[in-house]
């Protein structure tokens, strides 16, 4: 349909509107920029009609003058339409709606979490509300312990269903419910216990009052006025979700959800807001150090960089370590540091080489990788070999809502608007639309699959080929076996059905046939005539950053160590021994006089370094990474840490004589980065420069409500510093500067005028739910080309054969545990699981093995005991470790190992 016949005229207080006329009124008044209150209805999850709070006056035409009530979010935009928001009845419908609703609130503001940023409070000013009446008993709750994330105050309800509408019918969940007899409403868990959704989190934003508060910002609580925010991008994995972190007495207190309409939108898993608190550890590196007599003395900066220069200087074969967790600036200095032939990227070779088969297929295909909001557009899926829930947790939520794409065509037939969430569910009945899984065992998305395959990582790339091959009969793949051949034919008719079918996979099983074979089918699709999407999911937050950087690995800078020769290693952000074999690291850093390692925290590289650098984690750092769509992304220092930790790249760039007598600032590195890498061009554009202004004034990072600035230094003087400068950003340190909407990228927190919750989002969008004002933030690097003659890839794997008695192990990866920093966050440490392995309930079995049984493996040469758990749909012949976990650092996957009861010879 085209945008003029979806446009209406309406008259809102006799004053001309021209608007989008497939929206409801509520959201029609909050994109045109007027205030409405409202509590239930939520732009991401869309209107119940359950708060009744959004009450304005409709008209049936010019003659009416008195017209009726109606609740804004249920009321569809028509054309000529005449409505009124400052009707006398609508204020006082509103304002008695909400007394009401307080009848029960316990009225504890200045100690409530929510305070100063609680939407309840924002509209309760908006609605004129200002004097209690109800002086009768109010009804009381016992509260729930819900887990190490989430606070629970259900006496601050007013019965909105926000947290039960996303947690259950946005996310999936199943342990949050409503429970209610009469007018006694509860919001909790048939019983108290940790909530099992990694998107519980969001609870905290989605309500609108404090029921559900941030846990971990309880311990070290801060009213938000107080607080130094910066705009950032998350690093707990490889999809770029935008967050806001925010600092309080040198430490961080929370991460919040920043809206970027192309990726996370409104929400973060819990990975990613939880996973910040190893920022504040006690074994943070802050300090540079010396290795002296098998302890680490500290020393002063400026001695730290004289001593590595002069290492640098006397030794002409120093080599550089890089990593996926450092940013591009970072990584592209130290390369520039030793040279290109002696930097090499920080991942083993068959991670690396994977990653680099994933941008060849991205820069040269021919489909489409969408964004993380994009893929919440597509009616079909098909994800091959990749546990989404785990790896990418956002990623997973996106595909919950394409799940429902193809059904919502039910309600559209009888003519339910998108926006009526409980009628298109009604219509709807909990139906999904294709949605097939092929995985290496049951994931946490099966629940929404119409179709599942549990096999070998090789088995599935066959798998993925059969599919393929019946896509474009052209090409020379078969299936296995009838059966299987069956299932392929189901999933490609389904694709092939679809308007626009999307196509997962990543390299979480470190298999080149499964990305391969997702490209074939991708690619078959994209011939067919079909709109298809291509996503990749990778191991972290800057994998494609790093791996555009350098072609070498860990295996070849093994293979160059020489005991013949002393040489020198610089470490970037990296623990060797999480990556590779604990006796060839052990080895290969013996072979160096010296081990420069810059790091965030105490690890295993770090202590068998010989000089420390502290470096600046992403809330002490600027930089930019890039997301595993290929979008380029900025992130800010959120503040000026006390001590010595500072952005890797400034540790570098003082290293270096080319920068001895330039500035070092952000620009520099970046101005420098593109020009050797001209195709990384589009950096330059990802936010403005460090001087860029806004009415000749900085962005201030701080409200200006912020406050205690002279008590924050009074045990050093009682007079108000100077704020640090920042050479870097277009920000400052200060609650001083440009007031209104900055450009998004530089955005650090949400105000707007009465709005002083989440909500004022609204206020930043161009129309609600929409794009940001300015574009949202990022530039991708990637873009497909239709007439690309990217070739179809021909390998097709035979099956594993494990010998008698031998196991295939896979990597088994938890939101919770497999990232190496966030695990070192106390609330998620709460979450991760003890090491163990997993077994095939048969192969168990035959070996009489029951659940818990204590087994022998060997892992590198070591022989370790662990507890066996049974793992559905885990194919015969393999087993599984948890990733990421100390037990089971230093493994590459997937690997060949015997198994036996502990104890039997």
């Known amino acids: ?104 609130h316990p009225h504890d503001c200045p100690v409530c979490d929510e305070g100063g940023e609680c939407h309840l409070q924002d509209m309760t000013v908006m609605t004129g509300h200002n004097e209690r009446r109800y002086c009768y008993t109010k009804r009381t709750h016992n509260n729930q312990y819900l887990g190490p994330f989430v606070n629970h105050e259900m006496n601050r309800c007013i019965q909105c269903y926000r947290c039960v509408r996303f947690y259950k019918d946005y996310a999936g969940g199943k342990d949050l419910d409503v429970f209610a007899a009469h007018n006694d409403v509860y919001f909790g868990r048939q019983e108290e216990g940790v909530l ?137 200095l130290l390369r520039e540091l030793v040279g290109p032939a002696n930097f090499y990227a920080g991942v083993p070779a068959r991670e690396g080489k994977l990653i680099r088969q994933v941008i060849a297929i991205l820069d040269n295909g021919k489909v489409k990788t969408p964004s993380l909001s994009e893929a919440k557009t597509y009616d079909a899926v098909f994800i091959l070999g ?170 070849d800078a093994f293979a160059q160590a020489s005991p013949k020769e002393a040489k020198s290693v610089i470490i970037l952000e990296n623990d060797l021994y999480q990556r590779m074999d604990k006796t060839a690291t052990d080895t290969f850093l013996q072979y160096f006089t010296n081990v420069i390692s810059l790091d965030y925290l ?46 890797s790249w400034k540790w570098l760039a003082e290293l270096m004589a080319a920068y001895d007598s330039s500035p070092i600032n952000l620009d520099a590195v970046i101005d420098r980065l593109t020009a050797a890498f001209p195709a990384l061009q589009a950096i330059q554009y990802v936010a403005p420069s460090a001087g860029f202004r806004e009415d000749t004034q900085k962005i201030p990072r701080s409200p200006q409500r912020y406050s205690g600035r002279t008590a924050i230094n009074a045990d050093m003087h009682v007079s108000e510093p100077r704020p640090p400068a920042d050479p870097d950003s277009a920000l400052s ?51 497909p080309d239709p007439n690309s003659k990217a070739a179809y890839f021909n390998s097709t794997p035979s099956a594993c054969s494990p010998k008698e008695g031998q196991y295939m192990v896979l990597p088994l990866y938890h939101i919770f545990g497999s990232d190496e920093l966030s695990a070192q966050s106390p609330a998620v440490a709460e979450r991760v699981p003890q090491p163990y392995i997993a077994l095939n309930d048969s192969d168990a079995g035959k070996a009489g093995i029951v659940e818990g049984a204590i087994i022998e493996i060997l892992l590198s040469g070591n022989k370790k005991w662990l507890p066996v758990k049974l793992k559905m749909g885990l194919p015969q012949g393999t087993a599984g470790l948890p990733k990421g976990l100390q037990e089971t650092a230093g493994i590459i996957y997937p690997f060949y190992t015997t198994i036996k009861i502990a104890g039997n010879d």
């Open 1 to 104: 349909m085209s945008l003029e016949l979806m446009m209406a005229k309406i008259f809102i207080d006799d004053k001309p509107y021209e608007v989008d006329g497939s929206k409801n009124l509520l959201e029609t008044a909050l994109s045109i920029g007027l205030n409405l209150p409202y509590f239930c209805w939520h732009p991401a999850m869309h209107s119940v009609g359950a708060c009744r709070q959004c009450a304005i006056i409709k008209y049936k035409d010019d003659d009416d003058k008195k017209g009726k009530l109606v609740m804004a979010c249920m009321e569809p935009v028509a054309d000529n339409l005449h409505i009124s928001i400052e009707a006398p009845e609508a204020h006082a419908f509103r304002a008695g709606n909400v007394e009401a609703l307080m009848t029960n």
């Open 196 to 332: 099992e959704s990694e998107f519980s989190g969001n609870l905290v934003e989605v309500c609108p009052t404090g029921v559900f508060t941030d846990k971990t910002l309880k311990k070290h609580y801060t009213r938000k006025w107080d607080l130094t925010n910066a705009p950032s991008v998350c690093h707990q994995c490889s999809l770029g979700c935008n967050i806001i972190a925010s600092e309080r007495y040198g430490t961080i207190r929370r991460v919040l959800s920043r809206f970027n309409g192309d990726v996370n939108g409104y929400f973060l898993c819990d990975r990613g807001r939880f996973g910040y608190e190893y920022i504040n550890s006690k074994n943070r590196i802050i300090t540079p150090a010396r290795l002296v007599n098998g302890s680490f003395a500290a020393i002063t900066a400026g001695d730290a960089v004289q001593e590595i220069k002069a290492i640098i200087n006397t030794e002409n074969n120093t080599i550089g370590i890089g990593s996926p967790k450092a940013s591009m600036e970072s990584n592209f």
């Open 386 to 555: 990749e546990d989404l829930t785990n790896t990418a947790p956002m990623l997973a939520l996106s595909l919950r809502q394409a799940a429902k794409n193809e059904p919502n065509e039910i309600a559209r037939a009888v003519k339910i608007p998108d926006w009526n969430d409980a009628a298109t569910r009604e219509a709807v009945q909990g139906a999904t639309g294709p949605f097939f899984i092929a995985a290496a065992h049951d994931t946490k998305l099966d629940d929404i699959a119409t179709g599942i395959y549990h096999a070998s990582p090789d088995q599935i790339a066959g798998f993925g080929n059969a599919v393929a091959g019946n896509i474009n009969r052209q090409l020379n793949f078969v299936a296995a076996d009838a059966e299987i051949e069956k299932l392929s034919d189901t999933i490609s008719a389904a694709l092939l059905a679809a308007k626009k079918p999307l196509i997962v996979a990543g390299t979480s099983l470190y298999n080149e046939a499964i990305v391969q074979a997702a490209a074939n089918i991708a690619y078959a699709l994209k011939d067919r005539g079909k709109d298809a999407g291509l996503i990749y999911i990778l191991p972290e937050a800057n994998s494609i950053g790093s791996a555009l950087l350098a072609d070498q690995y860990l295996e």
């Open 602 to 647: 105490e690890n295993a590289t770090t202590r068998n370094s010989t000089l420390l650098l502290p470096a600046g984690t992403f809330a002490e750092a600027d930089g930019t990474i890039i997301s595993n769509e290929g979008r380029a992304q900025r992130f800010y220092q959120v503040h000026v840490p006390k001590n010595d930790v500072r952005s």
């Open 733 to 783: 340190y200060t609650m001083e500067g440009y007031v209104g909407i900055p450009p998004p990228a530089l955005t650090p927190f949400y105000w707007s005028p009465g709005w002083n919750s989440a909500q004022a989002i609204n206020k930043y969008q161009i129309e609600v739910g929409g794009e940001l004002h300015g574009g949202n933030p990022g530039k991708r690097l990637f873009e």
